[in-house]
Nanobody, 119 residues
Framework: QVQLHESGPGLVKPSQTLSLTCTVS??????????WNWIRQPPGKGLEWMGA???????YYNPSLKSRTSISRDTSKNQFTLHLSSVTPEETAVYYC???????????WGQGTQVTVSS
């Protein structure tokens, strides 16, 4: 059973860079056809896909966030990391990592981590 676990700071100041890491167990992030995603949900709003890194290391970003988003991976640790620069208070949200076989939907999710952007 694949399990994902998000980690990172729960509080980030406006204009700073948010960095979150997702640690994967029970499976490899290099497993063929799998994509490793970051998704967020602000309070009272729907889910927003932020971006993904593929099993081969290719990256894909939400066009609305592309200029501020970077996703990388460490295959030796079976982790992938989100960096989101110049954050604003409106980006306070629960941030999730999730796995998808191709682009067909998510079959594994982390439990989510609350990130608050505030001075």
């Amino acid at each position: 059973q694949v399990q994902l676990h998000e980690s990172g700071p729960g509080l980030v100041k406006p204009s700073q860079t948010l960095s979150l890491t997702c640690t994967v167990s029970g499976g490899s992030i290099t497993t063929n056809t799998y994509y490793w995603n970051w998704i967020r949900q602000p309070p009272g709003k729907g889910l927003e896909w932020m971006g993904a890194i593929s099993y081969s290391g290719n990256t894909y970003y939400n066009p609305s966030l592309k200029s501020r988003t970077s996703i990388s991976r460490d295959t030796s640790k079976n982790q992938f990391t989100l960096h989101l620069s110049s954050v604003t208070p409106e980006e306070t949200a629960v941030y999730y990592c999730a796995a998808s076989p191709g682009w067909a939907g998510y079959n594994y999710w982390g439990q989510g981590t609350q990130v608050t952007v505030s001075s």
